[in-house]
């Protein structure tokens, strides 16, 4: 036992003697060499990272050239060099000690003297270590035959799929961030900032459709914040998010505070997305201490985020895309491209991707809109294009304009090409990040003859609109998603920031259009030394002072743009002399005090004019002297009168908008000036602010054996004109051209009888009645053919032809506050039966048929018990939305068979506020004496095949969904679509 213990002993202390041994040799080696294997460690490192890239470039360079994949030992030296590089604390030690060394002065030759002996000994531990892996690696580098391999069809195309599974996977969880900080009550602001095409605007349009941000705040509003922001406008736009009351005519002093208050009063939480490009303090737009609002600041600055009061862990960076995300969203979309005809079957050969990754690498750099535009450049060229394309970008800095420049091309490569080019810049001569409305883009290339073979408006605004989604899937244009954005049936669009000065530039020097664009700071000058003679365009806005154009003469000039521009109200009578080569001329927001500048009637080759918000223009005589006006539009502005005699003269005018116009002296549309616009095709008049009223159409006086008697009287009145100063509706019937109308009709009797000019309509945006605000669901927009019924006055005759053609072909179909009516599609017989003649626009017999309807709204009508007394058939219903309807007992009357499909293609549902609905549908009687209970919102006696989407919210009498009493197997099939259903306070609920 004792020679055991002896043995073990002398064991440990030879092990203990040679390590020692081992540690005095080791150590003082890497105490003495530690700066010279540091420096062996930096130059290896960078050795070993140049025959990185060169390996990187060989295999990318098989990739394009043979179509070659890299090797699986390629990838992996690849992947043990990167870990190898990877910059922990050591390794940066190591690599930069040497300098930090030379700064010492040292004592002795062993070094010993100076410095820290540990820490020493330690980095030339590591150094001697990473030398050896270095080594390593060196030896194993693969070489050519080992490096790439042939990559079959079949795997090419899984290989893609693989690629465009990954997502983009930070939009996602920053996305999730925003939502959990925004529903966060403990957060006032919240903050999203990146750089300049990161992607922001996607994830905000993710934000705004994700359904608890839309469950949680009942209103959205995004605005724009410029460096010189406009305040009014900012809370212009919000005070129509939140329908603030009487809002026109609050004092600007006191805008904050009644903004401030009006919001408070409403009690529905706000989100209000701000895009800021410098400090804005939100009192001053009356939002900033405000428990039912929420502010998103989104920005390219942190800094910005924390002036606006943003705490900085609640600001949200946006980082650019890594490349496995940009590879991924640049497959999906030129797959996007496959789908829509383009070439996605022809990517049978590896060097796609290879040449894919290498562009998105080098010169997309994580950008979101370049990444886009990349894929729509080569969306529809083969693999010698995609070199052609590197190749040309190589070594530029300015990849990224090419790249847009070339998407913009590829995008508009028709026949047309050149007008749609010019059509672009169009939106780009207005500030960066504005909404610009796509009708009004669509009235200027009229004026400037961009839009041609068409036949008619509303082709021309179909034309428009096609060239705005050709731009926008370039990335040229965005849409502009906010509810409140909708001008004559056409959405908005905004112009990013990299794209205006690319465009705008791009034809300035291809001789296409000399461009003066001047208002905020940040906005580029074109060529400031170019004569006055050569511009094409100008466009002053922001406040920027006008009065540097004023008598100059411009021999080329085309299209002016003054919008808010300084000083507003001083303009001498002789400012437009010299722009006789004028065709189009916008004004927006100027107070001419009492008169307007007479030059303008010398503008003879003048054919757009576009004063929109301009008060005190006077007398506008001079109007009779622009004989080539296609379109004049007096949106929002103030004039004195219409001159009558001076409007006959304008016989090419195509398009009249009076929309929101306040005609001062009698406060009337003359008669007989519309019946002699013989061209007329697009009349607005949608709520002139100072209109008496619409000239009556009334039911003769006739004898009662000559009038018609029964049903033929009731549905076809015989009507005539009283004799007025002011126009009437029934004038249209005298216009064979018009085909888009826009109107405010406040009482049924001025209805026309004859239906002439409404089956001619191919767009029409009418309201009938009074007290009714713009319905506030997006869905309600984009349709052509809109017709909505507020309040309509009791005992008024309603003109049965001409309503019920414009029901047969409306789309959107919206009822706003009506009062006094139980049903809105009555049963005819029964009326009859009682005698009683009432102010309601659907009569109908047997069967209601509405073969054009898509959406359907009601909200606010507290006196309707259901939408319709009689059956109904609509084939093509997409939507129905019921909102505050308090007597509502149901909503439609079935056959009183089982397993009707009247609503065959409805495929969401929304029902919010009905305290007295129970069912769907019912055999009951119309009377108010309705059961409070029905057995289930859905029973067998109508189906809905195609319903996706049920949301029901504060509905007190619904019991039941379904009839859980019937099991027959065609009821169950009815809801086989059915994917999404959201039940929220329903008292007598049964789950």
């Not at 990013?496 to 001789?511: A, C, E, M, V, Y």
């Not at 319709?868 to 909503?891: D, F, G, Q, R, T």
Request: some cysteine; hydrophobic content about 35%; aromatic content about 8%.
């Amino acid at each position: 036992m004792e020679n055991i213990a002896k043995d073990l002993a002398g064991s440990i202390l030879n092990r203990v003697g040679n390590a020692a041994m081992d540690y005095t040799i080791n150590g003082y080696k890497f105490i003495t060499t530690y700066k010279k294997k540091s420096k062996e460690v930096k130059d290896a490192l960078e050795t070993l990272e140049k025959r990185k890239e060169e390996l990187i470039q060989e295999v990318e360079n098989k990739g394009v050239e043979d179509g070659e994949e890299i090797t699986a030992d390629a990838e992996d030296w690849l992947r043990k060099v990167n870990e190898l590089l990877i910059e922990d604390d050591e390794l940066k030690k190591i690599t930069t000690i040497n300098d930090e060394i030379n700064e010492e002065k040292d004592k002795c030759f062993c070094g010993f003297c100076n410095g820290n002996l540990c820490y020493r000994y330690k980095c030339g531990k590591i150094a001697y270590e990473k030398l050896r892996k270095i080594r390593e690696l060196q030896n194993e580098v693969p070489n050519n035959d080992r490096l790439t391999r042939v990559v079959s069809g079949e795997k090419v195309g899984q290989k893609i799929s693989e690629l465009m599974s990954f997502g983009w996977i930070s939009k996602k969880n920053i996305l999730e961030e925003l939502v959990d900080l925004l529903l966060d009550h403990q957060v006032n602001s919240v903050g999203l900032y990146g750089p300049k095409g990161s992607g922001k605007t996607e994830v905000i349009r993710d934000l705004r459709r994700d359904p608890r941000v839309m469950n949680t705040f009942n209103k959205t509003v995004r605005v724009t914040v410029t460096s010189n922001p406009n305040i009014k406008d900012i809370q212009d736009k919000i005070a129509k998010t939140i329908e603030a009351v009487d809002w026109k005519d609050v004092d600007m002093k006191n805008r904050a505070k009644n903004l401030e208050s009006q919001i408070r009063l409403k009690r529905e939480k706000l989100l209000i997305i701000l895009n800021v490009c410098e400090k804005l303090d939100l009192n001053s737009l009356g939002t900033g201490d405000n428990d039912f609002c929420k502010h998103l600041v989104v920005s390219t600055s942190l800094n910005i985020c924390r002036l606006m009061g943003v705490k900085e862990k609640n600001a949200v960076e946006m980082k650019p895309m890594s490349l496995e995300e940009a590879q991924s969203c640049f497959w999906k979309r030129v797959y996007d491209l496959k789908r829509k005809g383009g070439w996605g079957d022809q990517v049978t050969t590896y060097a796609y991707i290879s040449l894919a990754k290498k562009l998105i690498k080098d010169y997309c750099k994580g950008s979101t809109n370049a990444i886009m535009s990349l894929a729509n450049v080569l969306g529809n060229v083969d693999i010698t294009k995609w070199k052609e394309l590197e190749a040309e970008l190589k070594g530029k800095q300015n990849a990224h304009e090419i790249i847009a420049r070339k998407s913009v091309q590829a995008s508009v490569e028709s026949k047309d090409s050149e007008a749609i080019e010019k059509f672009s810049a169009l939106a780009c001569v207005f500030p960066q990040e504005s909404s610009v409305p796509i009708l009004d883009l669509m009235r200027y290339a009229i004026g400037l003859d961009l839009i041609k073979d068409v036949n008619n408006l509303s082709q021309a605004m179909s034309l428009a609109e096609g060239w705005v989604q050709r731009l926008i899937s370039s990335y040229s244009l965005e849409e502009d998603e906010d509810e409140n954005n909708w001008t004559g049936g056409l959405g908005h669009v905004i112009v990013p920031r990299f794209t205006r000065d690319n465009i705008i530039s791009d034809l300035h020097k291809q001789g296409k259009g000399k461009y003066m664009l001047k208002d905020i700071s940040r906005w580029v000058q074109l060529d400031e030394n170019i004569r006055e003679e050569s511009y094409t365009t100008i466009s002053l806005a922001s406040n920027h002072n006008h009065s540097c154009i004023s008598e100059h003469k411009f021999n080329n000039l085309e299209m002016l743009i003054l919008d808010n521009s300084k000083p507003k109200d001083e303009f001498s009578d002789k400012f437009f002399q010299g722009m006789t080569t004028l065709k189009v001329l916008v004004l927006k927001g100027m107070n001419f005090q009492q008169k307007s500048p007479t030059s303008i009637g010398t503008l003879t080759n003048l054919t757009t004019l576009h004063l929109e918000d301009c008060k005190l223009l006077g007398d506008i005589s001079w109007i009779g002297k622009l004989k080539k006006l296609i379109i004049l539009s007096l949106r929002g502005s103030s004039v004195d009168e219409i001159p009558e005699n001076e409007m006959r003269k304008l016989q090419r005018l195509r398009v009249l908008d009076l929309t929101k116009c306040e005609i001062h002296d009698d406060g009337i549309i003359p008669a007989n000036v519309l019946s002699k616009l013989p061209l007329l095709e697009g009349f607005y008049a949608y709520d002139i602010s100072s209109q008496k009223d619409w000239a009556d159409c009334s039911v003769n006086d006739t004898p009662s054996s000559s009038r018609k008697s029964g049903l033929s009287q009731l549905l076809m009145p015989e009507i005539s004109s009283i004799a007025s100063d002011y126009a009437s509706i029934d004038e249209l019937n005298s216009l064979n051209e018009l085909n888009v109308l826009e109107i405010k009709i406040p009482n049924l009797n001025q209805l026309p009888n004859s239906d002439k000019f409404v089956k001619n309509l191919n767009h029409f945006y009418i309201f009938i009645g009074k007290d009714a605000e713009p319905p506030v669901s997006k869905s309600a927009k984009g349709f052509s053919r809109v017709l909505r019924f507020g309040s309509i006055n009791e005992g008024s005759q309603a003109k049965y032809k001409f309503l019920n053609t414009l029901l047969l072909n409306t789309e959107c179909l919206s009822l706003e506050g009506m009062q006094g009516q139980s049903h809105f599609i009555q049963d005819i017989k029964q009326l009859l039966k009682s005698r009683k003649i009432i102010s309601l626009p659907g009569y109908h017999r047997g069967e209601a048929d509405f073969q054009s309807l898509q959406y359907l709204e009601i909200q606010g009508c507290h006196d309707l018990e259901g939408f319709a007394a009689i059956p109904i058939k609509a084939p093509h219903l997409n939507e129905l939305k019921v909102v505050k309807c308090s007597k509502m007992n149901y909503i439609f009357k079935d056959h009183g068979q089982d397993f009707q499909d009247e609503l065959p293609s409805l495929r969401t549902l929304y029902l919010r506020k009905l305290d007295k609905l129970g069912s769907l549908s019912s055999t009951e009687s119309t009377s108010s004496d309705l059961p409070l209970h029905f057995p289930a919102l859905f029973n067998k006696k109508m189906t809905f095949p195609s319903l996706k989407t049920l949301r029901v919210k504060k509905c007190g009498q619904i019991v039941n969904l379904w009839d859980t009493s019937f099991s027959d197997n065609k009821y169950l099939r009815t809801w086989k679509n059915l994917t999404e259903v959201s039940i929220h306070a329903l008292t007598n609920y049964r789950v």
